[in-house]
């Protein structure tokens, strides 16, 4: 019996969202690349962080017998947007090409909310319990940051 789903939920998360986000970069944890293009890091609150809580998860007995848990948790992600043209107007493209990185991942969790059942004792999978963004005007452009989590909730 899994001690946890967390694991193989988070490996799961990073090949689904791979393929469903092809114009993204996608990364497992902390990403390195000189590309300012948008990416995705699954467990990452603070990109630019040297460590990260990549996900809080809680459990609890089920039943009588102590032979199954209960087990619900978060799994922070960043989705991050740079664009190259500085002032307002740069500003409000990255704005809106975080949010729709942001929205292609609720969409796919939405669809799939036990992603096919590859992950055992997953019961359900969405988007999130909290939103937080973060913008700045840089030398080399505008970002924006969006932090957030993805929830589940699994019976191991």
Known sequence: M?????????????????TALPSVQVYDGFGISEDA??????????????EATSAD???????????SRLEAGTITCAALAWRGNPGDAGQGEARAAAAAIVAAVESHLRADPNLGGLVPGLMWVGFGTRLRLVQDQTDAGPYALVVFDIAFKSKI
Do not use: C, I, R
Not at 2 to 13: H, I
Not at 37 to 46: K, R
């Open 57 to 67: 998860v809680a459990q609890e007995w089920h039943g009588l017998g102590a032979k």
């Open 37 to 50: 293009s948008d990416f995705l890091m699954v467990g990452v609150e603070d990109p630019n962080g040297s």
């Open 2 to 18: 899994a001690t946890s789903t967390l694991f193989a939920l988070v490996d799961t998360l990073v090949a689904e969202l791979s």
